[in-house]
C-alpha cells in the first residue's frame, strides 16, 4: 500500500502562480502545501515541515530551482525525497538535465489547475509504485 501524498513543500517565487497552485493542490487536491517564495525560504522551512514531495520552479531571483534542490539534497532527511520542477523549459534536454541532477519528473507551465493535483498524485504513484 503506498503512503498518501499529504505533504507538499512548494517553491515558486511567483504571487500568482503560488495563489493558482495553492487553490489547486489545496483546495481540490486535499494536499499540505508549505509554498516557499525562494531557495533560502526553502531551506529554512524544509525541516519543520517535513514534505514527502517537493514541487520546484525552475527560474527564481537569486537561487535557482536546480541549485535550491541541489542544496535540499545535502540535508540527510531529504536526499531521496521526489522533487519535480515546474517549469516553461521543457525541451527534452532540458527535461533530461533536470532529471540528471535528481528530479523524479518535470510539471510544464503553465500548468492546468484542475488537473494539477492529480498530475502530482500520478507522479507519486510512480515513485512509490
Keep these: 500500500?503506498?503512503?498518501?501524498l499529504t505533504?507538499?513543500?512548494y517553491v515558486e517565487d511567483e504571487p500568482d502562480i503560488q495563489m493558482v497552485a495553492r487553490l489547486a493542490l489545496e483546495t481540490l487536491g486535499g494536499f499540505t502545501l508549505e509554498i516557499c517564495s525562494s531557495g533560502k525560504e526553502a531551506l529554512d522551512k524544509i525541516s519543520a515541515f517535513q514534505p514527502q514531495l517537493m514541487l520546484l520552479d525552475v527560474m527564481m531571483p537569486g537561487m535557482d530551482g536546480p541549485t535550491t534542490l541541489g542544496e535540499l539534497r545535502k540535508l540527510p532527511q531529504f536526499s531521496t525525497t521526489p522533487a519535480v520542477f515546474m517549469t516553461a523549459k521543457v525541451q527534452t534536454s532540458e527535461v533530461a538535465g533536470y532529471?540528471?541532477?535528481?528530479a523524479v519528473d518535470v510539471i510544464p507551465k503553465p500548468f492546468d489547475p484542475m488537473t494539477l493535483s492529480s498530475q502530482v498524485e500520478a507522479i507519486w504513484e510512480r515513485c512509490h509504485g
Excluded: D
Design 7 to 9: 505533504r507538499i513543500l
Design 1 to 4: 500500500m503506498t503512503e498518501k
Design 99 to 102: 532529471k540528471a541532477i535528481g
